[in-house]
């Protein structure tokens, strides 16, 4: 948090907001976001697939027709793929090329190919636009003397979406 308000204050240098062209300069921000969308993909089994014709992969013969399932979930978290892979650590995005538009695979929250999401672009653009503001406007604490270590990051999905179990109570002050 502090690096991420460190960051999006030296952009906005006392601005009253942040606009979409600052966001360019906000590499941290960005990490953050994909780290938040490898951990928690809000559709975590992205949308049933059926192949058109039958398909051989890594071994499975996977017959024309059958429900295919994606766990975009389980791969964001898979530890063959991710150094200590329960960790949020937005910094593992800095220096690497690894997105979420559905060319690398073990990052696929919008999923990939043809039937990809066509709102990626807006999804983004509003994810950051919003989180960098509410980060530059406004101090972040938990209420109650909560400790970030002990908050229940406990997850539960309804219908098809990923859910936080328990309601995020935050005390926003303004900064300026
Ligand atoms: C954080 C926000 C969003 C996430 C995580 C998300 C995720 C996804 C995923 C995983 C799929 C299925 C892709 C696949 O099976 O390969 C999908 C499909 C789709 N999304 Fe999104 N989406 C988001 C925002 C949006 C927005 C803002 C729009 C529209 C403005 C949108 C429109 C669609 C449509 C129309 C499809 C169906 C595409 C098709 O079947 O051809 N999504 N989205």
Known sequence: MKELQEEVSAVGQGRPMILEKDLKKMQYLKATIKETLRLYPPLPLLIPREPTQDVKLMGYDIPMGTQTIINAWAIGRDPT??????KFWP?????SSTDY???HFELLPFGSGRRGCPGIQFAIAIYELALANVIYKFDLALPNG?????????????????NKKSPLLVMATSRF
Do not use: A, H, Y
């Open 81 to 86: 793929l991710w150094e200590e892979p329960e």
């Open 91 to 95: 910094e593992r995005f800095l220096n």
């Open 101 to 103: 538009k559905g060319l």
């Open 146 to 162: 909560v400790k970030g270590k002990d908050l229940d990051m406990s997850e539960t999905v309804s219908s098809i979406t990923l």
